[in-house]
């Protein structure tokens, strides 16, 4: 996950792994509630975490 908050903060990452889309979007969750965490929470933000986490619409062999 540190190379995904590496990359998202705008720092180099040259020396880091990759991520994966997953990561991506839970580290993008994370760092929008803990900047965002007066603003209310809208049904668009949770649908939106929702698409990135789970594009498909799939968590296994589970529909979500």
Known sequence: MRPSVVQYLG???ASMPTTTR???AVVEMMLSTTY???QPLLLDD???WHRALF???YSGLYRI
């Open 11 to 13: 720092l180099d990452n």
């Open 22 to 24: 997953e990561i991506d």
């Open 36 to 38: 965002r965490y007066q």
């Open 55 to 57: 594009p498909d619409g």
């Open 46 to 48: 949770l649908l939106g």
